[in-house]
């Protein structure tokens, strides 16, 4: 269920400003250099930990098996941490050894908690974005100007759980996900800057025209 929402509040522009910042977490340094068509150190560094946040899940996931089998092998007597990983690995090297070692249950439960880790790992490590890498690569900005209006989409789930919110502005025939504070930001409708990485089309910043004189570099 899509519900487009008009602000209930007047605002100035310059508040506006100040709350689509908020939103997105730009400040004017940023905002100056996005102007020139340039992403800020401060949205580099930001948008960097986003780009890696799926591998480092996608490491814990891997390695997670790895050292609770390290732990079990450390309570099962198989000595210090070092002593117990290594025997875990060495384990791992050859699985009929597993098997008579610890039995087909534990050795069944041990290839399924791993193939799990894997299974899930690999599922995080999917959702690197190769175009986001380009885009810090590149440092380039693209600004669009227009009028944005936004929307909140409902989805419902089963046995009564709480639906999920998600909140986009739409820019033409683009649609960006956006957060329920720069939704409630926004004043739907009206003109704004856009400020857009090219290849993951990721909205760094957003800025309501104010006057003519005031438009950016490569608007």
């Not at 605002?11 to 020139?36: C, G, P, V, Y």
Request: net charge positive.
């Amino acid at each position: 269920m899509g519900v487009t929402v008009t602000s209930e509040q007047w605002r100035s522009k310059e508040q506006i400003l100040r709350d689509l910042a908020k939103a997105f977490h730009f400040s004017a340094t940023a905002l100056a250099a996005n102007r020139r068509g340039k992403l800020a150190w401060s949205q580099i560094r930001s948008t960097f930990l986003v780009l890696v946040r799926p591998l480092v899940f996608a490491t814990g996931f891997a390695i997670a098996p790895l050292f609770l089998w390290t732990v079990l092998a450390m309570l099962d007597g198989r000595g210090n941490s070092a002593e117990s990983f290594a025997y875990v690995m060495s384990c791992m090297a050859s699985p009929a050894d597993v098997w008579a070692d610890w039995g087909g249950l534990r050795t069944t439960l041990a290839l399924i908690i791993t193939l799990t880790g894997l299974v899930v790992g690999a599922i995080f490590a999917s959702r690197f974005s190769m175009a986001l890498y380009f885009d810090l690569i590149d440092h380039v900005v693209l600004i669009r100007e227009g009028r944005v209006e936004s929307s909140e989409h409902e989805l419902l789930r089963k046995n009564g759980k709480d639906p999920v919110e998600n909140y986009y502005f739409h820019f033409k025939s683009e649609k960006f996900p956006v957060s329920r504070k720069a939704f409630l930001a926004l004043d739907c409708g009206a003109a704004y800057y856009l400020y857009v990485l090219p290849r993951s089309r990721r909205l760094v910043a957003v800025e309501p025209k104010i006057r003519p004189s005031d438009s950016p570099d490569g608007a």
